[in-house]
């Protein structure tokens, strides 16, 4: 079955970075887009962007445009979400998820990794 | 930048109905069918509630449907049951892949 399995908890300093893993298994890994969704406890639920582990092209929300970089590893089914100069509003759990083809809803997610940031 | 549009917060008593709307600030929900929702636990993964406006993924109760009038996507809920207290998210396409989410709502069972 599909299966979304992220790394678990950081604590990050203000001004640090972070990279969040997401190795996914049960479909073919270049198929389908990674989708990157951040909850924060002042801002709910926020898209920040995809990116495509066959060509890995990406796609980033205007609001995250300059600091969030997005990766991948083929060989081991995983994406990366690195964020960059990081401050205390970045605390948040950090979920990776799938659309599937032709579609436009997330099917899969992952469990979520909490980040906090904090001096 | 687009936007969608959620109240804060809404409440209902057990057995009763609410409606979560979603309004867009532009085109975003008007003129699309990539309108969903899910309902969100903290700490936990969101759930899918319902897809391209007014599907419903196998699994979830016919007490939850969706609907869309002009620029304004809705969430209904009918039966309301002390379960259903949740923050619900509406979600769309707005093009050039291109997604947003609205600002959330938090449903209080009273």
């Given at each position: 079955?599909?299966?979304?399995?992220?790394?678990?908890?950081?604590?990050?300093?203000?001004?640090?970075?972070?990279?969040?893993?997401?190795?996914?298994?049960?479909?073919?890994?270049?198929?389908?887009?990674?989708?990157?969704?951040?909850?924060?406890?002042?801002?709910?639920?926020?898209?920040?962007?995809?990116?495509?582990?066959?060509?890995?092209?990406?796609?980033?929300?205007?609001?995250?445009?300059?600091?969030?970089?997005?990766?991948?590893?083929?060989?081991?089914?995983?994406?990366?979400?690195?964020?960059?100069?990081?401050?205390?509003?970045?605390?948040?759990?950090?979920?990776?998820?799938?659309?599937?083809?032709?579609?436009?809803?997330?099917?899969?997610?992952?469990?979520?990794?909490?980040?906090?940031?904090?001096? | 930048?687009?936007?969608?549009?959620?109240?804060?917060?809404?409440?209902?008593?057990?057995?009763?109905?609410?409606?979560?709307?979603?309004?867009?600030?532009?085109?975003?929900?008007?003129?699309?069918?990539?309108?969903?929702?899910?309902?969100?636990?903290?700490?936990?993964?969101?759930?899918?509630?319902?897809?391209?406006v007014?599907?419903?993924?196998?699994?979830?109760?016919?007490?939850?449907?969706?609907s869309k009038?002009?620029?304004?996507a809705?969430?209904?809920?009918?039966?309301?049951?002390?379960?259903?207290?949740?923050?619900?998210?509406?979600?769309?396409?707005?093009?050039?892949?291109?997604?947003?989410?609205?600002?959330?709502?938090?449903?209080?069972?009273?």
């Amino acid at each position: 079955q599909v299966q979304l399995v992220q790394s678990g908890p950081e604590v990050k300093k203000p001004g640090a970075s972070v990279k969040v893993s997401c190795r996914a298994s049960g479909y073919t890994f270049t198929d389908y887009y990674i989708h990157w969704v951040r909850r924060t406890p002042g801002q709910g639920l926020e898209w920040m962007g995809w990116i495509n582990p066959d060509t890995g092209g990406t796609n980033y929300a205007q609001n995250f445009q300059d600091w969030v970089l997005m990766t991948r590893d083929t060989s081991f089914s995983t994406a990366y979400m690195e964020l960059n100069r990081l401050k205390s509003d970045d605390t948040a759990v950090y979920y990776c998820a799938r659309i599937g083809r032709g579609k436009y809803f997330f099917e899969y997610w992952g469990q979520g990794t909490l980040v906090t940031v904090s001096s | 930048q687009s936007a969608l549009t959620q109240p804060r917060s809404v409440s209902g008593s057990p057995g009763q109905s609410v409606t979560v709307s979603c309004t867009a600030t532009s085109s975003d929900v008007r003129g699309y069918d990539y309108v969903s929702w899910y309902l969100h636990h903290p700490g936990k993964a969101p759930k899918l509630m319902i897809y391209d406006v007014n599907k419903r993924p196998s699994g979830v109760p016919d007490r939850f449907s969706g609907s869309k009038s002009g620029n304004t996507a809705s969430l209904t809920i009918s039966g309301l049951q002390a379960d259903d207290e949740a923050d619900y998210y509406c979600f769309s396409y707005v093009g050039d892949s291109y997604w947003v989410f609205g600002g959330g709502t938090k449903l209080t069972v009273l």
